[in-house]
């Protein structure tokens, strides 16, 4: 399945987002999520379930002003 | 004492964490400023890495109160969702907005601040509003429902110091009792005096620490001129005359012709 994660198309067998952060070796705490602009909050990753095309952005914390 | 949203805050200085030559730098800065509120942002994880977590340890271990915020977005859509993700990293409801209208001044789009704020707003986050001097802006943000305001007195990063000294006065006497930071344009000490003699609450700063030569010691300076300037607006200071006016007694001066 072709999935755009954080601005790049990534081939992957996940299906669902928490599976897609393990295959993608996204770790930690520390990352917010979302699915074609809608916040996935971290306790739903494991029932948010994705289709071809999604888009996902995967953030964390960094310096800012 | 300061009071942001029930919160009790000593300092009157808000530091950001970007553009430090180092992490040690930038802690040094933390210390040295005394602050208690950090700024911070959300970007894109690298992919296999994790870039967050050195950062995040970092910040979590000087146990200050963290303010994530919604910097670079232009839209109301991209700067409500970053927010909901900020939340949901940081475990705070905090949020300094953030909304871009123009690339070349940064300054914000008022109209979607304002639309930002009141959902945010009614979905719980505490709003602290980046916005510009004008009052009427003010007051629609204050309608919005946030309880603090953080105008500029000058573009972000610029160094110029306060540009609008008429309007920056004007936004303090109409509303004296909202907690009112200034955000941006501040280069040197004495810009951050002059604010806070206009009675502004406190200030927050990024660049004018992070990139002076020595960042943990211009911490330390603005931290003072912004204490000074704190000190000095309530022990009331005198207005300018276009007379001289002696300080010496003239009663009992000697005549010696």
């Known amino acids: 399945m072709k999935l755009i994660v954080n601005g790049k198309t990534q081939d992957v067998s996940a299906q669902s987002l928490d599976a897609l952060l393990r295959e993608l070796e996204f770790e930690g705490e520390w990352l917010a999520t979302a699915l074609n602009g809608e916040l996935v909050r ?24 | 004492m300061l009071k942001l949203y029930e919160k009790q805050i000593f300092s009157r200085l808000l530091l950001g964490t970007a553009q430090y030559p180092s992490p040690a730098i930038l802690e040094g800065a933390i210390e040295s400023s005394g602050t208690e509120i950090i700024t911070v942002s959300l970007r894109r994880e690298m992919m296999g890495g994790n870039s967050g977590n050195k950062f995040w340890s970092m910040i979590q271990s000087l146990a200050r109160h963290v303010l994530p915020n919604t910097a ?11 927010a909901q993700m900020a939340r949901d990293v940081f475990a705070t409801d905090w949020i300094k907005l953030e909304v871009i209208g123009n690339h070349d001044t940064l300054q914000p789009d008022v109209f979607a ?10 979905d719980g986050f505490k709003v602290f509003p980046y916005t510009t001097d004008d009052l009427t802006v003010a007051e629609r943000l204050l309608d919005a429902g946030c309880e603090v305001l953080m105008p500029w007195c000058a573009p972000i990063g610029s160094a110029m110091g306060p540009l609008n000294l008429h309007a920056l006065r004007s936004l303090r006497g109409h509303f004296p009792n909202v907690p009112m930071i200034i955000d941006a344009g501040l280069g040197r000490p004495s810009h951050a005096a002059t604010v806070m ?9 990024n660049t004018a ?9 211009m911490a330390g300076a603005f931290a003072k001129a912004a204490e000074a300037g704190h000190a000095a607006y309530h022990a ?14 003239v009663i009992g001066k000697a005549v010696f012709s």
Do not use: W, Y
């Open chain 1, 42 to 65: 971290s306790k739903e990753r494991h029932a948010c379930r994705l289709n071809e095309g999604d888009r996902i952005e995967i953030l964390t914390p960094r310096q800012g002003g």
């Open chain 2, 236 to 249: 009331g200071m005198l207005e300018p005359r276009d007379v001289a006016v002696p300080s010496t007694p």
């Open chain 2, 72 to 82: 670079g977005c232009h839209t109301v859509k991209e700067a409500v969702l970053t």
């Open chain 2, 209 to 217: 620490v992070a990139k002076a030569g020595d960042p943990v010691a």
């Open chain 2, 113 to 122: 601040l304002v639309e930002a704020a009141r959902i945010l707003t009614e």
């Open chain 2, 197 to 205: 003699e206009l009675g502004f609450d406190a200030i927050l700063l």
